[in-house]
């Protein structure tokens, strides 16, 4: 049974950082591509960041145009974890954060939640002066 555990939001004020981790059990994260969502009360959810597929692709990682240059997302395949570092925050980034991760394609993509097979129960990230 696939598990994904979320953990690392809190509460932080603008310009600060977090880091969010994204723990799995029940498979291999490396094998396949895996993603952060981030859904703000009222909004839709929105694709935050993104990583292919480390053993079967290049482990490139895509980005939202609104996060480039201040998130990073990582994994770890040894821990069996992945990470959004989240630097220079911004009101803008308060949300709920969920990982996600695919199981049949192996390149990631931000533009289609459904395609992600299993979610994590999310983590609150506040930004709040």
């Known amino acids: 049974q696939v598990h994904l555990v979320e953990s690392g939001g809190g509460f932080v004020q603008p310009g600060g950082s977090l880091r969010l981790s994204c723990s799995a059990s029940?498979?291999?994260?490396?094998?396949?591509?895996v993603a952060w969502f981030r859904q703000a009360p009222g909004k839709e959810r929105e694709g935050v960041s993104c990583?292919?597929?480390?053993?079967?692709?290049?482990?490139?990682?895509n980005y939202a145009d609104s996060v480039k240059g201040r998130f990073t997302i990582s994994r770890d395949a040894a821990k069996n974890t992945a990470y959004l570092q989240m630097n220079s925050l911004k009101l803008e980034d308060t949300a709920v954060y969920y990982c996600?991760?695919?199981?049949?394609?192996?390149?990631?993509?931000?533009?289609?939640?459904?395609?992600?097979?299993?979610w994590g129960q999310g983590t609150q990230v506040t930004v709040s002066s």
């Open positions: 996600a991760v695919d199981l049949v394609q192996i390149d990631c993509g931000l533009g289609s939640f459904p395609r992600y097979d299993h």
């Open positions: 029940g498979l291999t994260l490396a094998r396949y591509s």
């Open positions: 990583i292919n597929s480390q053993t079967t692709s290049d482990g490139s990682a």
